[in-house]
């Protein structure tokens, strides 16, 4: 009898469950476990980044806007006012959303994949290489195995660029989302 482990169940159910979520207003740090917080100000913008296990929210002020991006596994408790889009992250997403009023332009893309030990463990350290190499947003914990997630944030005149990378040990998968908000 062949029954599949129990790593095989997790992998699918962490991978479903995973979902982007776009706002249109601040949400407040206590609804989440924040591990750790970083704020950018440049020009005409500010971005501050918060980091959770296997979790990040981007929250992004320009003039009278304030837009969050959460990415997360939870399926609970998350708020629901002032949803501007939802999705699952499994595959490869992209998506765009235009604030006319505030001439912000966010976009996103997401994709995710699940590794075999060996890769697993070869990505895990090219990203603690690259977390310790631009002193990016990162967070280590223990989940069944070293999982990270790490937040790398690159401003520029008019735009931000953000990407952020959720490895979880247990089933092996990679979340990598890119973000770009932009001043049109």
Not at 14 to 22: E, G, P, R, V
Not at 131 to 153: F, K, N, P, V, Y
Request: proline residues 3%; charged residues 25%; aromatic residues 8%.
């Amino acid at each position: 009898m062949n029954v599949p482990s129990r790593p095989q169940i997790v992998k699918s159910s962490a991978l479903q469950s995973y979902q982007t979520i776009l706002y249109s207003r601040a949400l407040h740090p206590e609804l989440f476990d924040l591990k750790g917080r970083t704020v950018v100000r440049h020009n005409e913008y500010e971005l501050e980044a918060w980091v959770m296990e296997g979790a990040h929210l981007l929250r992004f002020e320009h003039d009278d806007l304030c837009a969050c991006e959460l990415v997360t596994p939870q399926e609970s408790g998350i708020p629901d006012a002032s949803v501007v889009s939802a999705f699952y992250c499994a595959g490869e997403r992209d998506y765009e959303h235009l604030f006319p009023r505030q001439r912000v332009n966010y976009m996103t893309t997401v994709t995710t994949e699940t590794l075999s030990d060996n890769l697993y463990a070869a990505t895990l350290q090219e990203m603690r290489d690259h977390a310790r190499e631009t002193d990016a947003l990162h967070l280590h914990w223990d989940a069944d195995g070293e999982s990270l997630s790490l937040i790398d944030i690159q401003r520029l005149c008019k735009e931000v660029h953000i990407q952020a990378y959720h490895l979880l040990a247990q089933g092996g998968l990679v979340l990598r989302s890119q973000t770009i908000f932009e001043l049109r």
